[in-house]
């Protein structure tokens, strides 16, 4: 039988669970970066796939993870360290980045908030 007490002790669950900030707003998900990007990326340290690691991918300089060795030269010699403006850019357009780029495939994404997203998870990866 359901008592007054706890039809009471729901709603204070309940209450709680509203006024409990999203799990997202202490860590980005990373489900932008798995639905766009984990066939060929990790951020795990040395995992490289068809593309390079990301791990610490944020304030690195373009085309220097160590154990990969298919990049393209254009990414090598770009001189880009990947901030949040220049990951935006190069995952909307990589070709407007870095022509040439062995990003192939991909051509971009358009969404301008899955791409944040996607900035946004990649520079928690790198600060931890």
């Known amino acids: 039988m359901i008592t007054r007490d706890v039809v009471a002790a729901g709603w204070v669950v309940l209450g709680i669970a509203w006024a409990a900030p999203p799990a ?10 798995n639905n766009h990007c984990r066939t060929c990326h990790s951020v795990k340290e040395g995992d490289h796939r068809l593309g390079p690691s990301l791990h610490k991918i944020h304030g690195a300089k373009a085309g220097a993870s160590s154990g990969y060795g298919n990049y393209s030269q254009g990414l090598k010699s770009s001189g880009i360290t990947w901030d949040d403006a220049t ?7 990589p070709d407007q980045v870095v022509p040439n780029n062995n990003m192939k495939p991909y051509k971009g994404i358009d969404d301008q908030a ?3 997203q996607i900035v946004d998870y990649l520079r928690s990866q790198s600060s931890s």
Request: no cysteine.
């Open 24 to 33: 997202s707003a202490a860590e980005p998900a990373p489900a932008a970066f």
């Open 87 to 93: 990951l935006d850019k190069f995952i909307q357009n």
């Open 114 to 116: 899955v791409r944040q």
